[in-house]
């Protein structure tokens, strides 16, 4: 399944599922260290994920069925933008979703 988002400079991206690291919810331009909001890890990256923060994952963490259902999220008629390569955002219905991609 490949998803097709448009992003500020209005280019068609593809975002692989394959290639999500973690999904973020929570509070736009809040803190993002999860005191505002939560991280859901894939199950596929979870090394990977754990290196990246630097402590152990544990299962309750880690949901690909809550990142397969906010995958529409990152789809129009929403425009995520994208923060860096690897990092898509969006702001809808008063949250903030954040899609982190491996790198
Ligand atoms: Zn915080």
Redesign the pocket.
């Known amino acids: 399944m490949k998803i097709n988002s448009v992003i500020k400079e209005i280019k068609v991206i593809d975002v692989n599922p394959n290639n999500i690291e973690k999904l973020y919810i929570g509070k736009p331009h809040s803190?993002m260290?999860?005191?505002?909001g939560k991280y859901y890890y894939s199950s596929k990256h979870v090394e990977y994920a754990e290196k990246h923060r630097g402590y152990p994952i544990s299962k309750d963490e880690i949901n690909d069925d809550k990142i397969n259902k906010m995958l529409n999220m990152f789809t129009l008629p929403n425009e995520p933008e994208n923060i860096d390569d690897c990092i898509f955002t969006t702001i809808t219905n008063d949250k903030q979703y954040t899609l982190y991609l491996v790198s």
């Open positions: 803190c260290c999860g005191c505002s």
